[in-house]
């Protein structure tokens, strides 16, 4: 079974620190890829990556960078956490695929709760 | 832009047959995903279309009219643990995902 990890389910920060989140997975997925999840909007996506020290900016990178230095490692920094990043955060991978007819779904990590005072 | 519409919510009977209903316009087309999520927890795969017509899996089908930009995901003899969000997602032609806000299905006994 794919498994995904996240480094934390709850996390509780103060406006202005760093804040560093995790996500590893074990199927030898070439992309990964950070969401956001706030209600009543679907995921939006903040970055992916399809290959080791690749990054690619998705909907909304504001505020936020990532790094991938190993393939099963993806993480997700936010330099100087703002109230407005209070959020679930979702973590994705899954094989890389150009073709239509290949499922290539996205296996999720279980979330981290983000709350920023 | 790119859109992806599902209602906000259902209730249905324990037992009983939903439909719950995702219309897209996206820059082009490359399939179109399923995924259920419960409360509190991560998204999990359901059903994949990329080609019109029904897929059917168990209790749960999935429909698509790539001419109509129209999808539908369809649970039979719902049962309680069929109570969270599904969410419609589309795959465009730079192979990324758009996703709906979901559909949360409530099921009452």
């Known amino acids: 079974d794919v498994k995904v990890t996240q480094s934390s389910r709850y996390l509780v920060k103060r406006t202005g620190e760093k804040v560093f989140l995790e996500c590893v997975q074990d199927m030898d997925h070439e992309n990964m890829f950070w969401y956001r999840q706030d209600p009543g909007l679907g995921l939006r996506l903040i970055y992916f990556s399809y290959d080791v020290k690749m990054k690619e900016k998705g909907d909304i990178p504001e505020g936020y960078s990532v790094s991938r230095e190993k393939k099963e490692r993806f993480s997700l920094i936010l330099e100087s956490a703002s109230t407005n990043q209070t959020s679930m955060y979702l973590c994705?991978?899954?094989?890389?695929?150009?073709?239509?007819?290949?499922?290539?779904?996205?296996?999720f990590g279980p979330g981290t709760r983000l709350t920023v005072l | 832009g790119q859109n992806i519409d599902q209602p906000t919510e259902m209730t249905a009977t324990e037992g009983a047959i939903v439909q719950i209903n995702c219309t897209y316009q996206?820059?082009?087309?490359?399939?179109l995903f399923w995924y259920q999520q419960h409360a509190g927890e991560a998204p999990t795969f359901l059903s994949y279309n990329v080609l019109d017509g029904l897929e059917e899996k168990g209790r749960f089908s999935s429909f698509l009219s790539r001419s109509k930009g129209y999808s539908y995901l369809l649970l039979k003899e719902l049962q309680m643990k069929d109570s969270a969000s599904y969410l419609c997602a589309v795959r465009d032609s730079n192979y990324q995902l758009i996703w709906g806000a979901g559909t949360k299905l409530i099921i009452k006994p």
């Open positions: 996206t820059s082009g087309f490359n399939g």
């Open positions: 994705a991978s899954s094989f890389w695929g150009s073709e239509s007819s290949s499922y290539n779904e996205q296996f």
